[in-house]
């Protein structure tokens, strides 16, 4: 299994970003995705996750109303709409794979390898 993340970058604050992840060696289908996010200061933190069909997102209450999780079953790919980006969104995002959508991050056995986002004030 690997999930490839790409799209990250700096940009100004206000701006916005859209991270991918693609997902290769499983049934994408069958599995919920989630956004996570880690600074050298800071744990590996939830932002955002949805179930397998799309039908359910969830989100952090510091990116609710910001950022969108959205995926393509046909491209097995995952996206995180990232706008009214703020300084303190700046770090490793990191795209995960599993059978439910859930904020607790030891419950994703695969992970992408991150993609760095940096917002400038």
């Known amino acids: 299994v690997q999930l490839q993340a790409s799209g990250g970058g700096l940009v100004q604050a206000g701006g916005s970003l859209r991270l991918s992840c693609h997902a290769s060696g499983l049934e994408f289908s069958d599995y919920a995705l989630g956004w996570f996010r880690q600074t050298l200061r800071t744990e590996r933190e939830f932002v955002a996750a949805?179930?397998?069909?799309?039908?359910?997102?969830y989100y952090a209450e510091t990116v609710k109303g910001r950022f969108t999780v959205s995926r393509d079953n046909a491209k097995n790919t995952v996206y995180l709409q990232m706008d009214s980006l703020k300084p303190e969104d700046t770090a490793v995002y990191y795209c995960?794979?599993?059978?439910?959508?859930?904020?607790?991050?030891?419950?994703?056995?695969?992970w992408g390898q991150g993609t760095q986002v940096t917002v400038s004030s």
């Open positions: 949805i179930t397998w069909s799309g039908a359910s997102t």
């Open positions: 995960a794979a599993d059978r439910l959508a859930v904020e607790d991050s030891t419950m994703y056995n695969y």
